[in-house]
């Protein structure tokens, strides 16, 4: 159950095309909305999608999902960063594809560094338990010494 809230905390940034396959959201206008003169209900299921997504993130955490749906989560938020910088910078300038560039960069720089900590991590498991193993198995043969 904790890694299907974690699969659909990467889905719901995209809830809004799902929504505007079925129905035209963008018909739909919030007249009243302070901040904003007019928002659709397409921005505002977008919007409203990323606090739920982190929320069932942390549902999934408390939870213990299975790690490898974390990955879908972690791809999930390089399409929301894109999504926003494309909502940023309208038009497609020399600006927005730099800002498009970075973002990649920076996602996979943060992902390779997330592989290399992960390794590491892993290899001082294995020691941990390499060294609970055999002191257990040399208190063993001392406390057979002892009865003998």
Do not use: W
């Amino acid at each position: 159950m904790a890694t299907i809230a974690v699969l659909l905390s990467s889905l719901l940034p995209f809830l809004n095309n799902i929504v505007k396959r079925f129905y035209d959201t963008t018909s739909i206008v919030f007249n009243n909305v302070s901040g904003a003169r007019n928002l659709d209900l397409d921005s505002c299921i977008f919007f409203l999608s990323m606090p739920f997504a982190y929320l069932f993130i942390f549902i999934g955490t408390k939870f213990g999902a299975h790690r490898f749906s974390y990955y879908t989560f972690y791809i999930s938020c390089y399409f929301q960063l894109a999504f926003i910088l494309n909502f940023i910078f309208l038009d497609k300038n020399e600006v927005f594809f730099f800002a498009e560039a970075a973002v990649l960069l920076i996602f996979i720089a943060i992902g390779i560094i997330l592989f290399f900590v992960e390794r590491y991590f892993k290899k001082l498991a294995l020691a941990d338990e390499f060294k609970e193993k055999a002191l257990d198995r040399s208190l063993s043969l001392l406390s057979k010494k002892r009865i003998e």
